[in-house]
Nanobody
């Protein structure tokens, strides 16, 4: 079955950088064809989309544009989120996710995604 495992979270000061990774297993065939995304959830808040990537394009939340970059290494079946110039408001649990089928909608909407990792915590201090 599809499994997604995040890593790379941690605690850094504002202005710092982190790179999150999401290792996929259980569906190596056509890995690059599926829409993948990063989401985050702060305490007491709803889960929100951060960035998504499909074969042709990437989409970013306005709050992270210019600071975060989503990418994937198809040879390693790994999704990345490079986060620069981090702010205290970026503090949250970060999750990677995949849509159910190739060709499914690839937006920042949580409801578009069927498979989720367990999350990795990112904490930014001022």
């Amino acid at each position: 079955q599809v499994q997604l495992v995040e890593s790379g979270g941690g605690s850094v000061q504002a202005g710092g950088s982190l790179r999150l990774s999401c290792a996929a297993s259980g569906y190596s065939y056509a890995y690059s064809h599926y829409c993948l995304g990063w989401f985050r959830q702060a305490p007491g808040m709803e889960r929100e989309g951060v960035a998504t990537l499909d074969r042709l394009s990437t989409t970013y939340a306005d709050s992270v544009k210019g600071r975060f970059t989503i990418s994937r290494d198809t040879a390693k079946y790994t999704l990345y989120l490079q986060m620069n110039n981090l702010k205290p408001e970026d503090t949250a649990m970060y999750y990677c996710a995949r849509v159910r089928r190739i060709g499914d909608a690839c937006s920042l909407d949580v409801g578009d995604f069927a498979y989720w990792g367990q999350g990795t915590q990112v904490t930014i201090s001022s």
